[in-house]
């Protein structure tokens, strides 16, 4: 299929094709979809805004769009498939698999927002536009680290106190700038007035300045650094734009209420003024402005920048009954800045009732609410929260009654940094860790030297913990044996207490609640605790 196109603008709205092709119907569709599925599969090839409301079945009906599309002729080496992560990605892949086996077409590329932009940015590496890079990825405890060192050397120093009082705090705020600068193109004391930051936090634009210079100086770059280096790129070299715009024919994304600046951005240098875009999202679900995401660009941006798109929604559920659907619509009317689109359940969706508790301990009223169900009703039932710290309490409640429970990797109460360098104390004493491979004694042995902290450098603790993780034993006796002298006195007098601690836990006859509570006086670890947070 041969178009014609306009030429390539930019920054600037995305004009429609003249005149754009028609698709012609088919009923080559399952009877199970909606009226506004199929309305949504079978437009025409031009630009489209779809506001889908949770559980509407979205994926589905997006891959037997691309399916419609691929049988009336369309290139799937000119379609783009724009997913918000991997898992997103997996999902959909899937989706698509399924809608078009058995008919021997080939399938167009899914990628991540990141996963594109650092394929430009490599090969923007190879042409000589921007610098190489390591393949090391900073890690977000790298950058914890580099934030704390510049928090306490650019901070103003009146505020050493509250700083050294509130660690965690800082180095939150500080790698959430960093992150946050990096959305937009706009300079960085631009986005710090934008942003509403106390003039206490000024010290911000200087360090991530400073930041940025360490990176670099290091050729190393962030997660975020993926899209805003070939974004800035591309923004700052009218050659590049014409190196990525117009390649493809069709552009579909997907979860674009959680799109910021950047992605916007390379959206529109990618889309130029040759493909069609679509965009599917519910500005109700945006939950990812902590992070620079804007409803804005659903709701306002993409219709102004992508010329006459047209509109179109997903309103039915498939999720849940009608009345969750119902106090989700007199909960969510309240919002400003969003489409007046109301959720209905599907009339083949399950009644889900809905019943109102209100007690102050949410731990005993869980565990009341569990105890009648049988192992089946149990596998089929999920506990949401507001913020992670609200499963603690809950979760010890079940891990005291032995009921068994899943939760998200490395979230809960059995991974907070306090219980894992209790854990640790606890492997270590137990002799437990003799029959451990090196890595994991490494963990170990980074755990408890971190938590209470014991005052080295961090590259002098990695050392020290890499030492410890080659002895399956007798951690205490190579603690001792160091040169305190040759340390700063707080750091010795730390790591002294921690060895002698350490010795006299191994011989502890007493339960294990009491061997915490004694190594957490020896160490001061409520202290530390107290510190951190």
């Not at 379609?79 to 021997?104: C, I, P, S, Y």
């Not at 006796?477 to 191994?506: H, I, N, S, V, Y």
Request: with cysteine; aromatic share 10%.
């Amino acid at each position: 299929m041969r178009h014609q196109y306009q030429h390539y603008q930019s920054p600037g709205t995305i004009h429609s094709m003249s005149p754009p092709p028609q698709i012609p119907e088919t009923s080559n569709l399952p009877d199970y979809l909606t009226d506004e599925q199929r309305a949504i599969i079978t437009a025409g090839f031009e630009h489209a805004v779809i506001t889908a409301v949770a559980g509407s079945g979205k994926t589905s009906t997006l891959a037997w769009r691309i399916r419609y599309l691929l049988e009336q002729g369309h290139d799937p080496n000119r379609m783009l498939v724009l997913m918000f992560n991997r898992a997103a990605r997996v999902d959909f892949e899937h989706k698509l698999q399924d809608v078009t086996r058995n008919l021997g077409l080939a399938t167009p590329e899914i990628r991540t927002y990141h996963a594109m932009g650092l394929r430009l940015y490599k090969r923007f590496v190879r042409e000589g536009f921007l610098p190489g890079f390591s393949d090391k990825i900073l890690t977000d405890q790298e950058i914890s680290y580099q934030a704390w060192q510049l928090t306490r050397r650019l901070a103003p120093e009146d505020l050493a106190d509250e700083i050294r009082r509130n660690k965690k705090d800082f180095v939150e705020t500080a790698v959430n700038f960093i992150d946050l600068v990096k959305t937009t193109l706009s300079p960085v004391d631009i986005v710090f007035e934008e942003l509403g930051y106390s003039d206490k936090h000024r010290y911000l634009i200087d360090l991530f300045h400073s930041f940025e210079q360490w990176r670099k100086s290091q050729s190393r770059i962030s997660y975020a650094d993926m899209l805003y280096e070939p974004v800035m790129a591309i923004h700052q070299n009218p050659p590049l734009q014409r190196l990525v715009g117009n390649k493809m024919d069709l552009v579909l994304v997907d979860e674009y209420q959680d799109t910021n600046e950047i992605q916007h951005l390379l959206l529109r240098y990618v889309a130029g003024d040759r493909a069609r875009v679509t965009v599917v999202g519910d500005p109700d679900q945006t939950i990812y402005e902590f992070r620079g995401a804007r409803p804005d660009f659903i709701l306002r941006r993409f219709s102004e920048e992508f010329e006459s798109p047209l509109e179109q929604t997903l309103s039915y559920t498939f999720r849940y009954g009608h009345q969750v659907a119902l106090l989700a619509n007199h909960l969510i009317c309240h919002n400003t800045g969003r489409k007046d689109v109301l959720c209905h359940s599907h009339p083949t969706t399950p009644e889900t009732g809905i019943t109102l508790h209100q007690q102050e301990n949410d731990s005993d009223l869980v565990l009341k609410l569990l105890q009648p169900m049988d192992d089946e009703a149990l596998a089929n039932t999920a506990i949401l929260f507001r913020v992670w710290s609200q499963s603690v309490p809950i979760e010890l409640k079940l891990l005291a009654r032995q009921v068994p429970y899943r939760i998200d990797a490395g979230k809960g109460a059995l991974f907070s940094r306090e219980v894992q360098a209790i854990t640790s104390l606890l492997m270590v004493v137990s002799g437990r860790i003799r029959n451990l491979p090196d890595e994991d004694r490494l963990d170990i042995a980074r755990q408890l030297l971190r938590f209470p902290h014991v005052g080295l450098k961090e590259p002098e603790l990695e050392q020290l913990a890499r030492f410890l993780a080659g002895f399956g034993e007798g951690w205490h006796e190579r603690l001792l044996a160091m040169d305190f002298d040759a340390l700063a006195p707080m750091a010795a007098k730390k790591l002294r207490k921690l060895g002698e601690t350490l010795a006299q836990l191994e011989r502890f006859k007493g339960s294990v609640a009491d061997l915490i509570s004694r190594y957490a006086e020896e160490t001061e670890l409520y202290e530390a605790f107290a510190a951190w947070h």
